[in-house]
């Protein structure tokens, strides 16, 4: 009997180094994942939080720009040609940082970000032509078309304003 004992013992001994271990290899492969899994969501975290504040820079630059060449183009209608000729070569340097703000974007998306920035620069781009008109026309309706298209560029800052917030508001990038 006593061998039966011994061999019972020695069983239930193996068994349980044997649960024992197997018990120990599955909790090191269960913290292993869960570590894991924790260094991915913190690095994705990171990641996301990096690209938010990426385009967020780039969303203000472009605003930033708009309102310049909103700024600068305010009271023109009032200024002699010479004056006014100075004043397009002035717009059209603004124009192109207006240019590579809108370049920017383009590189950071999202893609109804990218359609208003580009409408804004389109409709910058017409600001000159309706400046570069008046320039050398002073005239009543060259005026005019300037100052609509002058208050049509100022109201398509805000969609812009809207979908860069709406975008930075997005949890994914």
Known sequence: MSDHS??????????????????????????????RVQVDAATEAQRRESIRQTRRGAYLGLIEQAQVVA????????????????????????????????????????????????????MSGTLATALAAMTENAGRDNRREFQETLRAYIRLITPFVDAAAAALDDTHP
């Not at 000729?85 to 990218?114: F, K, M, N, Y």
């Open 6 to 35: 011994l061999f019972v013992a020695g069983l239930t001994g193996a068994t349980a180094i044997a649960a024992s271990s197997l018990a120990s290899w599955l909790t090191s492969r269960g913290t292993t994942r869960a570590a």
């Open 71 to 122: 700024d600068g183009l305010r009271g023109v209608d009032g200024l002699s040609p010479g004056e006014s000729a100075a004043a397009l070569a002035a717009h059209r340097e603004r124009h192109q940082q207006l240019r590579r703000a809108v370049t920017l974007i383009d590189l950071e998306g999202p893609s109804t970000v990218q359609v208003t920035a580009s409408n804004l620069l389109i």
